[in-house]
């Protein structure tokens, strides 16, 4: 990437500092607050993390606070603990015990409350339905659920007896249930008849079936939560009901103690080449990551209603809705359906209902509010809200304004939060009561984490200078690998900046030292919020019988931050039809999933390449903003081809 200054932006002068009100109750109350423990975090690594860690329950103390050969890194050496033990036993005793874990709203309307008593129950007889399933630790189950307390019950439950979990988001097609399966051997896995949205009903057990019909040769059972009750196929012998399976187990299962390495869960995502990767997560490091940031970034009361808009299915569901506020003995928010179902407002409808303190979203929702208009909130009282957050791609400085005020009221403080799934936890951010933000900005790194901005040769860049952003240190919740890939975890995260690792992000610093990230610079996507590899979905559209070759590019989008925008060449004789354009998307949808499909098929005769054959994304993605095709154009094979692309606009 090449490096530029960029001048400093004029909303860069708007700066809002934390309110005395909110400061003087906040852990963190001032910014030299934060500076003295961030420093002593980089300083002190070992000091600094170990009185941290030791909020949690160990049930054997760890020797060594990390063991580093760059770049595998061990946290807490020799420690043992159980996730669900830090979750739901440690507030069992104590006042929390008969506070609600998990209030839950079905998207028909139906109402749950689980307390942490409930929910420790349920963990218990459900880890001992996966036992009775001769489930072994280390083994991967599945979870392919909608947004019921279910989900986050199967996922404690395979935590307290040291199962693996991969949970497969509910947007996802059997195809990508079925990858994941193989990729990570699975021996379970656990679904629902089917889950609501917007209305209708998604066949999440069907996509199962027809997941298992491949070669997942590897997975013994299927457990299936009753959720519509609509009509199910179950496979004899192999599917069986939650319903049935918890009438036959009792709620006595103690947690068993874990090394603190042992993998936790893998979850795979997006990366520029080939399949997704599967991302491991471990037991203690990414519990301390977890638990605190959400300690003091979401600066958590025991008072406080918690919702995080999030899917369980994305890493931002892992680590802040179950394992991070859980830990804290929070009361979460967990809501099953869309945000305008039945109407606009059903968020501002259940901000009002539960007396929501702290939110927590994603920009490219926030845009579809503002495009939804005011009136949807005006109509409710958001008087309750403390606290807003953003996750998932940058916020544009007139969201965070409309954030601010409109649900805000002016009057919460918003953090901005960068991280990644390789990183488990929130990495740049702004503490509500410390650090004053800036429109558009994540703000400043948090503890521990030394991130900084980079040229092409791994030096670090001035002020408002664009280059790579890099960590420099290991966390406590970064990856520890990729699931049975360690050359490629080596290759896509630590090859890239020598010393330090990469995950595909550009940024610069301005003059204080904040953080304003750019996007993606490899070929990734952010599309709403989700990351999609341009090569995946290249690859689906060339499994497609007609289609010769295929190159995707992102298009700047106002709702979804970037659209899916796919240059196709046909095989020789077949003609491009308005059908085969549908087909196309509908192909795309099929293969992965509806998060992936294309916004747009444009037909080509052939595709710009550079003379070793290289596919000009560049240019790509100027003819698909509609932009004029500018910049070296010398190496092109054939440029009469660029302007064919340019010219055949829909
Ligand atoms: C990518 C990671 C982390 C949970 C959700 C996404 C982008 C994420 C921000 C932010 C600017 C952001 C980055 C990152 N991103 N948060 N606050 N500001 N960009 O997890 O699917 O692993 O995606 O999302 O591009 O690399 P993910």
Redesign the pocket.
């Known amino acids: 990437m090449s490096s530029k200054n960029i001048e400093s932006h004029l909303v860069e002068k708007r700066v809002f500092k934390p309110s005395r009100d909110f400061s003087k109750k906040a852990r963190i109350g001032s910014m030299a607050e934060y500076q003295k423990l961030w420093e002593e975090s980089i300083a002190k690594p070992d000091k600094f993390w170990a009185r941290e860690a030791s909020e949690l329950l160990w049930q054997q103390k760890w020797s060594k606070v990390l063991e580093w050969k760059e770049p595998f890194a061990k946290w807490f050496v020799g420690g043992h603990l159980n996730v669900s033990e830090n979750c739901l036993d440690r507030h069992l005793g104590t006042p929390r015990q008969n506070k609600a874990a998990i209030l839950w709203e079905g998207e028909p309307g139906e109402k749950r409350t689980l307390t942490y008593q409930q929910l420790h129950r349920e963990v218990c007889r459900f880890a001992n339905v996966l036992k009775a399933h001769k489930v072994k630790k280390g083994e991967r189950v599945i979870i392919y659920m909608p947004m019921v307390p279910e989900a986050a019950i199967a996922m404690l439950a395979c935590a307290r007896i040291g199962a693996t979990h991969s949970v497969v988001f509910g947007g996802f097609s059997a195809e990508a249930i079925r990858d994941r399966i193989s990729d990570s051997q699975a021996v379970l896995v656990i679904t629902c008849d089917g889950g609501y949205r917007r209305g209708s009903v998604v066949p999440l057990k069907k996509n199962v079936d027809d997941a298992l019909k491949g070669d997942a040769q590897t997975v013994r059972g299927v457990i299936a939560f009753k959720r519509t009750g609509q009509e199910t196929h179950m496979e004899q012998g192999r599917d069986t009901w939650w319903h049935d399976e918890m009438a036959k187990v009792d709620a006595n299962c103690p947690a068993i103690p874990l090394d603190s390495e042992h993998p936790l869960f893998v979850l795979y995502?997006s990366g520029s080449t080939g399949k997704p990767k599967g991302i491991l997560h471990t037991t203690g490091g990414y519990l301390v990551g977890a638990y605190m940031t959400t300690k003091y970034v979401f600066d958590l009361r025991d008072e406080d209603v918690y919702w995080c808009t999030a899917d369980i299915g994305?890493?931002?569901g892992h680590s802040y809705i179950v394992y991070g506020p859980l830990a804290n003995g929070a009361t979460i928010l967990m809501y099953e359906g869309a945000p305008n179902w039945p109407e606009n407002d059903r968020f501002w409808k259940i901000i009002e209902d539960y007396r929501v303190t702290i939110f927590y979203t994603a920009p490219t929702a926030i845009r579809a509010f503002i495009r939804w208009g005011d009136q949807w909130v005006k109509k409710h009282d958001l008087s309750s809200l403390r606290l807003l957050g953003?996750?998932?791609?940058?916020?544009n400085p007139e969201a965070w304004m409309w954030y601010h005020n409109v649900i805000g009221g002016g009057r919460c403080p918003i953090v901005?939060?960068?991280?990644?799934?390789?990183t488990g936890a929130i990495m740049i951010t702004s503490l509500p009561g410390a650090v004053p933000t800036k429109p558009g900005s994540?703000a400043l790194p948090f503890f521990g984490v030394d991130a900084v901005v980079v040229d092409d040769n791994g030096d670090e860049v001035g002020p408002n200078v664009g280059g790579k952003l890099v960590i420099r240190k290991p966390w406590p919740s970064m990856l520890r690998t990729i699931h049975g890939d360690k050359p490629r975890y080596k290759k896509t995260y630590w090859a890239e900046v020598k010393g330090a690792y990469f995950?595909?992000?550009g940024a610069r610093r301005d003059k204080d030292g904040y953080f304003w990230?750019v996007?993606?610079i490899d070929d990734v996507l952010?599309v709403a919020?989700?990351?999609i590899g341009t090569s995946e979905v290249e690859s689906a559209l060339v499994s497609h019988a007609v289609v010769a070759e295929a190159a995707v590019v992102g298009r700047p989008d106002d709702l979804k931050g970037q659209a899916v925008v796919c240059f196709v060449t046909l095989k020789q004789d077949v003609t491009a039809t308005e059908q085969l354009r549908e087909d196309l998307k509908k192909h795309v949808r099929h293969v992965i999933g509806p998060v992936a499909t294309p916004d747009e098929i444009r037909f080509a005769d052939a595709l710009p390449k550079t003379r070793s054959g290289k596919i000009m994304r560049r240019l790509l993605k100027q003819v698909a903003a509609g932009v004029t095709v500018t910049g070296d154009t010398s190496s092109l094979e054939d440029l009469s081809i660029l302007a064919k692309l340019a010219a055949k606009e829909d």
């Open positions: 995502t994305w890493v931002t953003s996750v998932g791609e940058p916020i901005d939060t960068w991280w990644q799934t390789e994540a995950a595909g992000d990230i996007g993606r952010n919020g989700h990351r």
